[in-house]
């Protein structure tokens, strides 16, 4: 009896040995499949962690140089030092997060506080905001005067000065030097545990501090001006067009047109921006990926391709248009994930490599938090990675199911005809504008739970009765930016824009005055989130493409889906 009970363990030993093998084997392929997602994943790991525990400066920055040099030992061992290359990876995010989230020893914020005004001289490093009389914006601080003293700062302080009679034309731009007066203080921290902290708000934009001006005459411009060159240029275009829509266009639409084309909130009026809100269709108002896909394919596409244009020559000006628009609209997260995004994969076309979407969005959020660590605790880095994950990661899946229906429904028949087509088409658009509006919502919905405490009941049915008219209203918009010049083809464009404007606003007010437009939803919690998108994850792994009665995978191409 003891030679089978032998043989038997043996066996089953054997088994156990081959099957932790081949586990080893499949992590192997996966990491060098896409290595930067493991990667991103960790180095995002340590952000987070110092982010929300109490890590100090000192001890973070000594792990964060551990990190990088393990990090770098790692890399020169390939495959073999994955181990060490991730747990290097994540020392350094908590270490570079853990630094920046604190402000440094000339920061501004450390004479916050005083009880008589100060003086602060600096120059203007954003555009002015306007909410509700009053302007704010970013000031980059160099010279303090308090008290007959002198002080030289650095650090940004975000300054808040009422409007006056004239309105934003008193106001300073981009690059402007300035002195400004008032009282410094340190940004309110939340009005109940757990609640909304500005403080901690305006601390991962890299600002400590606040600067209460009294009045317009509070600030005084000074003659010299500072800031990055390029980006003043592109705030001048972000003026110019702003100007344009005003002109042409009734003050309704052109706020909404500047809004969708410009990714402003501050020209659209509050009514129709609360539609927007409740009817869940806001992101067409926060330029994204959206306005970058447009951009991409109507310059490429529609312009460059039919001149016969080289695609390297074409494919570079699209990206640097691309970083054009980022800085134009104000390097928001949403933007800001969207122009890496399409320039890395518009590089991988240029080198003629593969494009991974999969590793385009994690080499995007990575690239960013290398730059930005705090920018992982954003709300809108947060919404804007859930709703693209859970479009590349659902809609292809969800596709195929759909084909697969349709073509199983289908009868043989001859080659359609060009009505049959053109239906086709439009069908299938919003048949895909439903699918990506539900992986999005569905992504989304906890962390807006979370922050917000809303969820929108329309928004399917609003994406799909504003898909055709935002994406035509934009190309209009775009268009008459390049020939407003033109007597006849202005005004045409013109009122293209005003009625495709009038038709979204219309549509957009309507769904979302609807009483039951919007519920209020409690904050989920921690568990909760992760509750949901586990329960996400299970439905992903459900919906995988499976094998047919010939052998092919269900979605019948051949493969898998991401």
Not at 472 to 493: D, I, Y
Request: hydrophobic letters at 50%; glycine letters at 10%.
């Amino acid at each position: 009896m003891s030679a089978p009970d032998g043989g038997t363990g043996g066996s089953a030993g054997t088994a156990a040995e081959l099957h932790l093998r081949q586990e080893r084997a499949l992590v192997a392929r996966a990491l060098t499949a896409r290595p930067v997602v493991p990667a991103a994943l960790a180095y995002a790991a340590g952000c987070a962690l110092a982010l929300w525990s109490s890590a100090t400066p000192l001890p973070a920055a000594l792990a964060g140089l551990i990190g990088a040099g393990a990090a770098v030992w790692a890399f020169a061992g390939g495959q073999r030092g994955w181990s060490i290359l991730l747990a290097a990876l994540a020392l350094l995010g908590l270490g570079r997060a853990a630094v920046v989230r604190l402000p440094g020893p000339e920061d501004v914020s450390r004479h916050a506080g005083r009880r008589s005004p100060v003086v602060l001289e600096g120059w203007v490093a954003s555009e002015p905001e306007l909410a509700r009389r009053r302007a704010t914006f970013v000031l980059r601080a160099e010279r303090l005067l308090a008290g007959g003293r002198e002080a030289r700062v650095g650090g940004f302080v975000q300054v808040s000065v009422p409007l006056g009679s004239s309105g934003e034309g008193s106001l300073p731009d981009y690059g402007q030097r300035v002195r400004v007066d008032g009282r410094l203080v340190l940004p309110p921290g939340p009005r109940e545990p757990g609640g909304f902290s500005y403080r901690s708000y305006l601390a991962r934009e890299g600002i400590f501090s606040a600067l209460h001006a009294a009045s317009p005459r509070s600030v005084k411009r000074l003659t010299s001006r500072a800031g990055n060159p390029f980006t003043a240029s592109a705030v001048r275009a972000r003026k110019w067009l702003a100007r344009l829509f005003a002109e042409r266009l009734p003050s309704r639409e052109a706020g909404l047109v500047s809004g969708m084309l410009l990714g402003s909130y501050s020209l659209v009026e509050e009514d129709l921006l609360e539609s927007f809100r409740r009817s869940g269709t806001l992101h067409l108002l926060a330029a994204s990926g959206f306005n970058c896909a447009l951009i991409v394919f109507i310059f490429w596409r529609w312009l460059l391709a039919p001149l016969g244009a080289p695609r390297a020559m074409s494919l570079l000006l699209v990206i640097g248009l691309l970083i054009f628009y980022v800085l134009m609209v104000g390097g928001k997260p949403s933007i800001v994930r969207a122009g890496v995004g399409a320039t890395l994969y518009l590089l991988a076309l240029l080198l003629g490599r593969p494009s991974d979407m999969v590793s385009v969005l994690f080499g995007t959020a990575f690239l960013i938090l290398l730059a930005d660590p705090l920018a992982i605790a954003d709300v809108g880095f947060q919404l804007s990675f859930a709703a693209v994950g859970a479009i590349i990661a659902f809609v292809p899946r969800m596709s195929s199911l759909a084909r697969l229906d349709a073509s199983a429904d289908a009868p043989d028949a001859a080659p359609a005809s060009v009505w049959r087509r053109a239906r086709e088409l439009v069908t299938g658009h919003f048949r895909d504008v439903a699918l990506v509006t539900a992986a999005a919502t569905l992504a989304t919905a906890p962390i807006l739970a979370q922050y917000f405490n809303r969820v929108s009941l329309v928004s399917l049915p609003a994406n799909l009765a504003v898909a055709l008219l935002a994406e035509t209203l934009f190309a209009a918009g775009v268009a008459l930016v390049f020939l407003f010049w033109m007597p006849g083809a202005g005004w045409l464009l013109s009122e293209a824009v005003r009625w495709l404007a009038s038709a979204t606003a219309g549509v957009v007010s309507a769904l979302g005055g609807l009483p039951f437009a919007e519920i209020h939803w409690p904050s989920p919690g921690p568990l909760g989130t992760l509750s949901w998108y586990a329960l996400l994850a299970a439905v992903w792994w459900l919906l995988r493409p499976g094998p047919r009665a010939d052998g092919q995978p269900s979605g019948g191409s051949g493969r898998p889906g991401p």
